[in-house]
């Protein structure tokens, strides 16, 4: 079992940087897959990116393909998730989350989550 708490949400113009983290607590990160999600009201809930076990693989949706990066730092516990030339479609809910799968784009696969941060990007 392990919590997860999000941090670094804010406010930003089109064009700019954010950077998110996730904390974990409780069971060591290390043991899962570690995701980021994304929801903006009124829509379904969107894969991000996600990260293996031991950092070495990541795969990152299209939308967000060259412009975010994720890392993880298994002996802090923490994931990263930076965002670059972030736009306005980038508005949304994000979340982190951690699956016991190996390989998972599906929100349903991920069994523990964060509460959210909010990221707006408006001119």
């Known amino acids: 079992q392990v919590q997860l708490l999000e941090s670094g949400g804010g406010l930003v113009q089109p064009g700019g940087s954010l950077r998110l983290s996730c904390a974990a607590s409780g069971r060591s990160s290390s043991d899962y897959l570690m995701g980021w999600f994304r929801q903006a009201p009124g829509k379904e809930r969107e894969f991000v990116v996600f990260?293996?076990?031991?950092?070495?693989?990541?795969y990152y949706a299209d939308s967000v393909k060259g412009r975010v990066t994720i890392s993880r730092d298994n002996a802090k516990n923490t994931v990263v998730l930076q965002m670059n030339s972030l736009e306005s479609e980038d508005t949304a809910a994000y979340y982190c989350a951690a699956s016991s799968r190996l390989w998972s784009t599906s929100w349903r696969e991920y069994a523990f989550w964060g509460p959210g941060t909010q990221v707006t990007v408006s001119s």
């Open positions: 990260i293996s076990r031991n950092g070495v693989n990541t």
